[in-house]
């Protein structure tokens, strides 16, 4: 069974930073794009960052361009999201997910990724 397992999450004050980490089990990078998804309590998941890992494309949403990066961080099977100058309205849990046909431009909701971790909470203070 395919397993994505996410870590790295915490609290930071504005203006820190944390490293997300995830593991994947079951699949490597050939032929899946991989990609970084938050939801924010009565907020509707949102793409944060994504890799296409066959070409190396890759795609932040807007409000992250400049402050994060996306990485493969292993020859087969992890990914990492470096967050620098966090904000408050960067709260949220952060999923780590993988899809094997994930088309250009990706679903900003990612319906069409189909491995998921189980999130890892990041809380951004003052």
């Known amino acids: 069974q395919v397993q994505l397992v996410e870590s790295g999450g915490g609290s930071v004050q504005t203006g820190g930073s944390l490293r997300l980490s995830c593991a994947a089990s079951g699949l490597t990078y050939n032929g899946n794009s991989m990609g970084w998804f938050r939801q924010a309590p009565g907020k509707e998941r949102e793409l944060v960052a994504m890799?296409?890992?066959?070409?190396?494309?890759?795609v932040y949403v807007d409000s992250v361009k400049g402050r994060f990066t996306i990485s493969l961080t292993g020859p087969t099977n992890m990914v990492a999201l470096q967050m620098n100058s966090l904000k408050p309205e960067d709260t949220a849990m952060y999923y780590c997910?993988?899809?094997?046909?994930?088309?250009?431009?990706?679903?900003?909701?990612?319906?069409?990724?189909?491995?998921w971790g189980q999130g890892t909470q990041v809380t951004v203070s003052s």
């Open positions: 890799i296409y890992t066959g070409s190396g494309r890759i």
């Open positions: 997910a993988a899809g094997i046909r994930v088309g250009y431009p990706p679903s900003l909701g990612g319906d069409d990724f189909e491995y």
